[in-house]
């Protein structure tokens, strides 16, 4: 019954924004917590990128001049299907609840930063995810960091534990 009463609310346009995905765990991100989020491989994904995982290239991207605290920012989007597709499914599984069916080509839109030629998503930036026109905002989460600009990050995590054997 609580499930009805919620749908109501949501088609009724009432609650529109709590309809979409949330994440799991309500956490405030500071950049230590973000920090230890890639470094301890709570995303889990560094047997994604072990895995000779095709890097993701943004199929279009923008920039808006001028810089902030020397970054410049950005806009990207990615197209993903196959492996990545089902990679940052499992992942948004993992991190949020209510997340829409990703069959097919699943869109991603993410605002970023770069500084020193290293591409980051702001702390809070919403993503926006679009599957067969529909489109939902993911709140920010540093998973979806790790996955878009995680890479570099991931190798050198594999070398630095590597040499501690």
Do not use: W
């Not at 609650?15 to 950049?31: S, V």
């Not at 998503?121 to 995810?129: E, H, K, N």
Request: hydrophobic fraction near 35%; charged fraction near 25%; proline fraction near 5%.
């Amino acid at each position: 019954m609580r499930s009805c009463v919620l749908c109501v609310v949501c088609v009724l346009g009432l609650g529109l924004g709590a309809c979409g995905p949330a994440l799991k765990r309500g956490e405030d991100f500071t950049p230590h917590k973000v920090r230890a989020y890639a470094f301890d491989d709570t995303c889990r994904l560094q047997r994604y990128f072990d895995s000779d995982a095709t890097p993701l290239r943004p199929a279009s991207e923008s920039f808006i001049t001028g810089s902030k605290k020397g970054a410049t920012m950005g806009k990207a989007t990615f197209h993903l299907h196959g492996r990545s597709g089902r990679a940052l499914r499992r992942l948004l599984e993992r991190f949020y609840n209510r997340v829409p069916d990703l069959k097919g080509e699943v869109q991603v839109t993410i605002q970023f930063y770069t500084r020193n030629s290293n591409r980051r998503l702001p702390i809070g930036a919403v993503t926006g995810l679009s599957v067969g026109g529909d489109t939902v905002e993911l709140p920010y989460h540093p998973c979806l960091d790790a996955f878009f600009f995680g890479r570099a990050h991931y190798e050198m995590r594999k070398r630095l534990l590597a040499g501690q054997r």
